[in-house]
């Protein structure tokens, strides 16, 4: 999760991009005045079994202001599986993703990012009938 807050707005410059597909393009996010942006990452995303999606996002230059940015990065425990939460699911479905523990994600992360696939696509549940449906 990214949580961005724009505390000046001196200059209405916005400095967050959000990607967008169909066609692709970069989107910049207006800077509103004390509002709170929030970026939801991988792992929210299986949370919520894909309600809530992941969102591919870039930090823009501006050369006429500064601007002070300052990233953390936190997972779950190491042992942890990060799944879809049951109420996420609909009942008689599947969850969309398997679960995954921290250093796992990360090492399907760096494949990704080393091979141009989806981290999502590559954690996503087989359609099989192994895996039991959720019942309301």
């Known amino acids: 999760m990214h949580l961005l807050h724009k505390y000046d707005c001196r200059a209405s410059f916005p400095g967050l991009q959000l990607f967008r597909r169909d066609p692709d393009r ?52 190491p042992h942890a599986k990060v799944a879809p939460l049951r109420e996420a699911v609909p009942p008689g479905r599947r969850p969309a993703y398997r679960a995954v523990t921290w250093p796992e994600y990360m090492g399907v992360r760096k494949k990704a990012f080393t091979t141009g696939a989806s981290a999502l696509k590559m954690v996503a549940a087989d359609d099989d009938a192994d895996r039991p449906l959720v019942s309301s």
């Open 26 to 77: 970069w989107v910049a996010v207006p800077a509103v005045p004390g509002a709170f942006v929030v970026n939801v990452g991988d792992l929210f995303h299986i949370l919520t079994n894909g309600r809530f999606h992941s969102v591919y996002h870039r930090a823009v230059v501006n050369r006429d202001l500064d601007r002070i940015s300052l990233g953390y990065f936190l997972g779950p425990p």
